[in-house]
């Protein structure tokens, strides 16, 4: 099995940093992608950004400028650095990855169990 374990989250004022990781474990063949997605108090939860393997990145809107996504392949870790915060930033923020599982090499979807990010303003 897969395991999607984030660290990084917590308090910090508007216009502050945060550097949120993702380690995968297990019994990874290949990562084909891997992304954060935040969901706040009464709302949908949305994608922040994504890396695939080839290295092309995307942003939400909201997060463009911001936020960069980069990822460790040796370590199958991903992250998200997080600047100039704003306090509509806070949420619940998630770590997804799509991996071929070994030894079967299905393409599967795994989430991280969250971490939160508050921004005071």
């Known amino acids: 099995q897969v395991q999607l374990v984030e660290s990084g989250g917590g308090l910090v004022q508007a216009g502050g940093s945060l550097r949120l990781s993702c380690a995968a474990s297990g019994s990874i063949f290949s990562i084909n992608a891997m992304a954060w997605h935040r969901q706040a108090p009464g709302k949908q939860r949305e994608l922040v950004a994504v890396i695939v393997s080839s290295g092309n990145l995307i942003y939400a809107d909201s997060v463009k400028g911001r936020f960069t996504i980069s990822r460790d392949n040796a370590k199958n870790t991903v992250y998200l650095q997080m600047n100039s915060l704003k306090p509509e930033d806070t949420a619940v923020y998630y770590c997804?990855?799509?991996?071929?599982?070994?030894?079967?090499?299905?393409?599967?979807?795994?989430w991280g169990q969250g971490t939160q990010v508050t921004v005071s303003s």
């Open positions: 997804y990855a799509a991996i071929k599982v070994e030894p079967t090499l299905t393409l599967t979807s795994y």
